[in-house]
Each structure stands twice: as C-alpha cells, then as structure tokens.
C-alpha cells in the first residue's frame, strides 16, 4: 500500500500529458487526500518568468474532431483558437471583433466591415472573400448550423474590406447570429472536407491548435501573429475529462490549472478561493418527448410533473419532500427554475403561471429517461427523479452516458424523456431563435420532439421584429405555451464553476458561456 506522500510523488512524477490515465476508482480514492496544487507546477516551458502552458481539464469530449458544425464549436472557441466577426459583450449585446462594424443598408441587406491585418493561423490573409467564402460553406453544411435556423442568406465581398449579407427576409438579429462559435471563420484550408471542417491551425485566435489527439487532448500554442497583440500564455494542454470527480482530483492533486465544471460536491474541498462562478442563461430541464408513446399524451405528461410539484415552488423540487435539487444536488451553487429563462434574462421575471392539463393517472406504463455523464449533477437528478415517478405508478428506466455517444438519439426521439443541460444563449443570445431551434416543429436542437403551429407562427411573426422588448415579450408568451404543455419542466439555472490553481487569472468569466481562456489569461508560480 502506498503512502500518501508516495502517492504524491508518483502521481506528480506522471507529468501533465498522463495524469487522466490513472483509473478511475483510484483517482477517485487517492486524490481527494491531496492539497490543492500539492505537486507545484510543470507548467510554463518558457521558464517560472515567462509565458507558461496552462493545462485546461475541458468537461466534454469532440463529437465531431472540434468541427464548429456540431457542439464542438464552443470548444475551439472557448480555448481562443477561433473567432467570429461579432461577439457577445455580458449584456448579451453584439460588439466588434474580426468585424468593426456594421451597417444595415436595407432591411434585408448588412454589410460589414473587417477588422484590417488580421491573418489565419495558416499565415493567409483574412480579406472579404476568405470571410465570404467562410460563411457560405456554413450556409451550405447539411445540418445547417442551429444559429442559422430559419434563415436563407448569401454572402459576397465588397472589395477586400467589407462583407455583404443579403438575407431573404428581414432578420434583425443577424449580427447576434454572426457571434456564434459555430460560424467561426476559418481560413480556406479548413474546407478540404467542407462537412466537417477543421479548426487546427486555421482559425484567427490568440491560440493555434496544433494537433488534436482524438477525444483525449488537444496542444495548442501562441499565435505570434495574433492581431490582438502577443498572447500572455505560451500555451494550453487541453485535456477532454467527462469525469467531473477526476477534473477536481485533478485540480486538487496539481495536474490541471483550470477544471471546467467542478462537481457542486468538490467545490467545498477545493475552497471558494479557487473557483470562478458566474450565473449563466444555462437551464437543466426535463424533456417530455411528445413522440414517446406514454408523452405524447397531455395527461400523462402533467402526470409525470405533477409527480413531484409541490406548492412550496414554481415546479416543485424544492417543496417538504426534501427535492430541493438546487440547494441538495447543487450545493447551492445553482438557482430553482422558474421558467425557462433564468435570472439572467431580467426582462423575463413578470411571466404568466402555466395553465397545465388535468393529469392522468399513471397505469404502471414503461419510460426510459435519459440524461448524460458530463455534468455528473443531471445522473444524481436522474436517480431523483425515476424515484418520484417509480412512487408515482411510472415503470421507469434510466440511460446516462456521455454526450457524444448519445447525442443522435436525443435529438431523433429515442428516449421518453430527457435531463438536459441547455444554453439558451449559445447560439444567437436571442430568445426568438432559441425557442425556433429547441421548441420549433423544425427546430434544430429540439429535444422534446415540440410541435405546435401556432405556436410556429407565432414566433415567426416576433423574428422580424427589430424592437428588443417586443422579442423579449414574444419570448415570455411563447415559454408560456410551451410550459402550460408540458413539454418540458424547468429544473435549475445552472451557473458556471470553474476550479482554478493558483497564479491562474484572467478568465473571461462570460455569462454567455463562449469565451473562457483569452489572449490576456495568464498563470504564473
């Protein structure tokens, strides 16, 4: 048997590249004895005075090699290896980027103008037809993009400085939509298989990736030629860990600078001094799929919520059964759901109480409830909540594996009901177009299986609408119908918690939950 400080200096010994491969029950069991940073720091090849590597424990593997047409965008982007020509600033408002400005010239009509001397991490020249070209490939990828849902546009340059963007119809929240990771702009080079392109080395960030080891890790390094000036890290090991145990084993043990999502139950051993927390416009829901046999029933579905409401809370979950699944589960570090717009969205606070069905009585009917690994807190909400629907009469199963072996099946209807995690501003930060994709009858992302045609209608109406509060309103009216159907029962609003070593500073900290490590992130021992 080891001991402890044997223990340290193997685990220490094994390097930053090695450390996930500890198994997992005896990083489970050895870690946690370990103080935070307890084995110092590797990190910073370019010595303790200059720039350092930062080792990143990222909480998702690739689904698909990091391509921006898949949830993988986020990834790329959040490492700071691609960019888009807007981003979002913590008001959820576009600002510039690889974009200086913009102008809409009609209402169908914007054009851009690029930011100058920006060069692709491949050494080429990002002028108007590279941005063009770009953005036409995304317009051109089948699935298209969830942020360009509903949308039908062309793209031209206008000499080598600006970009003109003819939309079909009058889109208002164009420019929100350009701040998406998924239409990130890459260089040509990254167009070799235009269904998936490829990220590495061809972005415009202040970090390159060079190589992309699978679902495993991923190396990157400064882009020297980064036009927002010299990046503060030499670099970032980027390590995929869907463990969230091993992510703050990690932490704790020394191995990793910065843990994305730390389990709500190690934040208390990693101490509030190294965790970064930020309210987050993220909501975990409970999906009823319309197409599941049992759910496509209105009855069985109110059944199914009724399950474990109680009039202490908006949805339950928090009522003198003990189902305070934000203050339990989460530790406190997340918010009961009142909707599905979490505090963020100020403009959502006054909204209207569901008008639910009558419920029916649950007749021993079988269901399969799914949720995924990655965010270790949804598998712990599973067990809650096949527990209450087992007392209630459901005869149910549950499914929990990681996001990128199941995500196929969330979306094509496989499950009767699913515990997601959601960002309702990843795609555009724009409600309409959240509720288009999630909620839509041809929604990209919708996961309930949702279809109602008013309701379709009615969102197309608000799309065009130009006047913020109108869009904001046409959002709570929409949430209401989609509540009072029960086509999914809002949970939690999530927060972001990061773990974080110490010298680390200057996180994004993005209440959009895009932008993590930027040029200005350092570490230092």
């Given amino acids: 048997m080891f001991r402890n400080h044997e223990v340290l200096e193997a685990v220490c010994s094994m390097g930053p590249a090695r450390f996930l ?120 990828a089948d699935p298209a993009p969830r942020s360009l849902s509903g949308t039908d546009l062309t793209v031209t340059a206008d000499g080598d400085s600006v970009v003109r963007i003819v939309t079909r119809t009058a889109d208002p929240v164009l420019i929100q939509r350009l701040t998406s990771p998924e239409l990130a702009i890459l260089s040509e080079k990254a167009y070799a298989d235009p269904a998936s392109p490829s990220v590495v080395g061809t972005g415009t960030g202040p970090y390159t990736i060079t190589q992309l080891n699978g679902t495993t890790s991923a190396d990157l390094t400064a882009n020297k030629s980064y036009w927002g000036g ?31 999502a730390v389990p709500a139950d190690q934040l208390e051993q990693i101490g509030t001094d190294h965790v970064l927390a930020v309210p987050l416009p993220r909501t975990v829901s409970l999906h009823l799929t319309q197409s599941s046999t049992v759910f496509k029933d209105p009855a069985q579905r109110e059944a199914a919520r009724e399950a474990f409401d109680s009039p202490d809370g908006p949805d339950g979950l928090d009522g003198p059964d003990g189902l305070d699944l934000a203050g339990t589960i989460y530790a406190g570090a997340a918010d009961p759901a009142k909707g599905l717009f979490s505090s963020v969205s100020t403009w959502a606070d006054e909204r209207p109480t569901p008008d639910y069905p009558k419920a029916a009585t649950p007749q021993r009917q079988k269901i399969t409830l799914a949720t995924f690994s990655d965010r270790p807190e949804l598998a712990e909400i599973a067990t809650v909540v096949a527990d209450r629907w087992r007392k209630a009469g459901f005869d149910v199963k549950t499914v929990v594996q990681e996001y990128n072996q199941m995500e196929s099946d969330l979306l094509a209807g496989t499950y009767d009901a699913v515990i997601m995690s959601r960002s309702y501003g990843q795609d555009t930060a724009d409600p309409i177009s959240y509720l288009q994709a999630d909620f839509g009858c041809d929604g990209g992302y919708n996961i309930s299986r949702f279809c109602d045609r008013s309701l379709d209608a009615d969102l197309a109406k608000a799309a065009p609408q130009t006047d913020v509060n109108a869009r904001n309103q046409a959002a709570v009216a929409a949430e209401h119908v989609v509540l009072s159907a029960v086509a999914v029962i809002p949970l939690v609003h999530d927060r972001t918690q990061f773990g974080l070593a110490d010298g680390v500073s200057g996180l994004a900290g993005d209440p959009w939950e895009r932008a993590v490590i930027t040029a200005k992130t350092t570490i230092r021992h």
């Fill in 21 to 140: 491969k500890i198994p997992a029950i005896a990083a489970a069991f050895v870690l946690p004895l370990l103080p935070l940073a307890a084995c110092g720091s590797d990190s910073g090849a370019a010595g303790s005075d200059g720039p350092q590597i930062l080792r990143y424990a990222y909480a998702f593997t690739p689904v698909a090699a990091l391509s921006p047409y898949s949830d993988d965008a986020v990834t790329s982007y959040g490492v700071g290896a691609t960019q888009t020509l807007a981003q979002l600033d913590a008001s959820g408002r576009p600002e510039a980027s690889l974009a200086t400005g913009w102008e809409q010239t009609d209402p169908q009509t914007w054009e851009l103008t690029l930011r100058p001397d920006v060069t692709f991490q491949d050494g080429t020249a990002m002028d108007a037809q590279a941005v063009a070209d770009s953005l036409t490939h995304a317009t051109e």
């Fill in 230 to 260: 010299t990046p503060a890290l030499a670099g970032i090991e980027l390590s995929f860990v869907a463990d969230g145990d091993q992510r703050a084993s990690a932490l704790r043990a020394g191995q990793t600078d910065v843990a994305q």
